[in-house]
């Protein structure tokens, strides 16, 4: 064979898995079908959130998180339901990711120099009983220097690969079959596409200018999910969350197609938990756009009033940051594809984090003079950005001039004044009190008895209509693609299983092409942090597999 191994995507999952393998001195072909300046794929643009277990950083602040609780909180929002077939790998990897966030996954990236912000975020926080779907305590933690700064260390060892002679990497190498003989996978073969100029993230040329075959004893596939492939999320979108959107913008970049997943199962891998996936409900139009129809996530605090397109109230636990998927259900059932958060400058300017590295330049750029500059009067200058030049945003100084802003801008007159002033009116009543019956309102209050809240995430409780926390502000909110939590079914070795749930030889997968691990680790809703987190994990279980 010509290499030991073949690793079809060049994210952080493949880039894990070359790193892992290349310690036991095998030769390795990593391929991607994106230009080399994309390399890393989505994991360079993420916020580098990553959900830890009894953290050093949550015993400072004074969380006490346990294996146990987190393992509860997993269960409670995976429903894992097809324990005998579809979920019964993913339920084992389930429990061997909680395993590796509680004990070895801190202590691995800080060998790796990866360090972490003191304040652990509190994601998706559920809103129902204990058992129930979210997070219990705060556990996202997010990486000094974002998604580049976890990509760093990886993309360094695979260059020091390269550079002695184990790792050729190919990019604009795209994988069009694999090639199997006897039932064994023994390589790879497909189309070199012409070389692109294009800046990351960029929408790169498909042109073709040759061929190409390469074999080796196993081929990984790191290939992603579907997020940027519309008519496959259209096509999987699953009853219980209603009619799929008619328009969404995307959360990734357009190489996140889906492809390897059906070139795989042609190879005999089996592809299950198709209808799970994860798509948010704050998404905004990037105003500064990089690849077609790029969104941006808004990570609320918990004060803004939720609205679907009619001026409606959401009813609880539909608050910003709690439920993720039960917040887009409730939106689908409006048969409108959009909703709006009404907030003051006051919760803007605490409450507002965008999702991604660039919008992090902070953070990106481990500058601690910038993030202490977050504490200062206004809004952080990317969010600000997108109030002057966001599609999205209306800032007014009064309530007529905000809804007049809300109406323009979906052309349609279906905010109605009356309605919303009557609404926020009776929210900002119950704020006369320290008890209520409002239970945003109580949801609020209890975020801020968390120190990491209080200092930066959660704005002091105050009325909505009160001229001194002005200006008023009103965005319209896109779903926005993102994760695929389904996918090809894989053992604990990370090996690819086939329709009768054997291995099929020579071949493995990792990352979000095994929704994570296992054909969808997440059941049907995720944590947070533990997307990058199943691409660092798959990519270390099938890296030590075929290191031995």
Not at 284 to 302: A, K, S
Not at 342 to 357: N, P, Q
């Amino acid at each position: 064979m010509e290499y030991d191994v073949i690793v079809v995507g060049a994210g952080l999952a493949g880039l894990v898995t070359v790193s892992e393998v290349i310690q036991s001195k095998k030769k390795v072909l990593l391929l991607d079908q994106e230009p080399e300046t994309s390399l890393g794929g989505q994991a360079w643009w993420s916020f580098g959130g990553l959900f830890l277990v009894d953290s050093p950083e949550q015993r400072r602040l004074g969380i006490k998180d346990s294996k146990e609780l987190a393992w509860q909180d997993w269960l409670g929002s995976a429903g894992f339901d097809r324990l005998d077939d579809e979920d019964y790998w993913a339920k084992k990897w389930a429990e061997a990711y909680v395993n590796f966030a509680a004990e070895e996954k801190r202590n691995w990236l800080y060998s790796l120099g990866i360090r972490f912000f003191p304040v652990v975020g509190w994601a998706e926080r559920g809103g129902y009983l204990s058992e129930g779907h979210g997070n219990s305590v705060p556990r996202f933690h997010i990486t000094w220097g974002t998604g580049p700064g976890l990509v760093k260390p990886f993309e360094k060892m695979v260059r020091a690969g390269m550079e002695n002679g184990l790792v050729d990497y190919k990019p604009r190498h795209r994988v069009d079959e694999l090639i199997s003989h006897n039932g064994t996978v023994i390589g790879v073969q497909g189309k070199i596409l012409e070389k692109d100029d294009i800046e990351r993230g960029e929408k790169s040329s498909r042109t073709v200018i040759g061929d190409f075959t390469y074999k080796a004893t196993a081929v990984v596939v790191t290939s992603g999910g579907i997020g940027a492939n519309f008519d496959l999320v259209r096509e999987n979108w699953p009853t219980r969350l209603g009619i799929p959107p008619k328009r969404m913008i995307s959360g990734v970049p357009a190489h996140v197609d889906g492809r390897m997943l059906s070139i795989t199962e042609k190879a005999g891998g089996r592809i299950v938990n198709k209808d799970r996936m994860w798509h948010y409900t704050e998404g905004i139009q990037n105003w500064n756009p990089i690849w077609p129809l790029h969104g941006i996530r808004i990570l609320p605090g918990p004060s803004s009033i939720w609205l679907d397109a009619e001026g409606n109230r959401f009813p609880a636990p539909n608050f910003p940051g709690f439920d993720t998927l039960g917040t887009l259900q409730a939106i689908q059932e409006t048969n409108y594809d959009y909703s709006w958060f009404i907030l003051t400058e006051k919760m803007i300017e605490k409450e507002f984090a965008l999702s991604g590295s660039e919008q992090n330049p902070d953070l990106t750029g481990k500058s601690i003079k910038k993030v202490l500059s977050r504490i200062l009067p206004g809004p952080p200058a990317p969010v600000k950005a997108f109030m002057d030049r966001g599609k999205d945003f209306v800032v007014a100084n009064t309530l007529p001039e905000l809804v007049e802003g809300m109406n323009h801008i979906t052309g349609k007159d279906l905010i109605n004044l009356e309605k919303i002033e009557r609404q926020l009116l009776a929210r900002d009543r119950e704020m006369d009190n320290t008890f209520t019956k409002d239970l945003q309102i109580t949801a609020m209050r209890g975020a801020r008895n968390y120190l990491g809240d209080k200092l930066i995430r959660v704005a002091k409780p105050h009325k909505i209509l009160d001229p001194k926390n002005g200006p008023l502000i009103a965005v319209r909110l896109n779903i926005l693609t993102r994760k695929t939590l389904g996918g090809l079914q894989t053992d604990l070795n990370g090996q690819v299983l086939n329709e009768s749930g054997t291995p099929v030889p020579g071949l493995y997968a990792a990352g979000e092409v095994t929704g994570f691990g296992g054909g969808g680790m997440h059941g049907y809703r995720a944590l947070e942090g533990t997307f990058l987190g199943g691409c660092l994990f798959g990519g270390k279980i099938v890296g030590q597999s075929l290191a031995k």
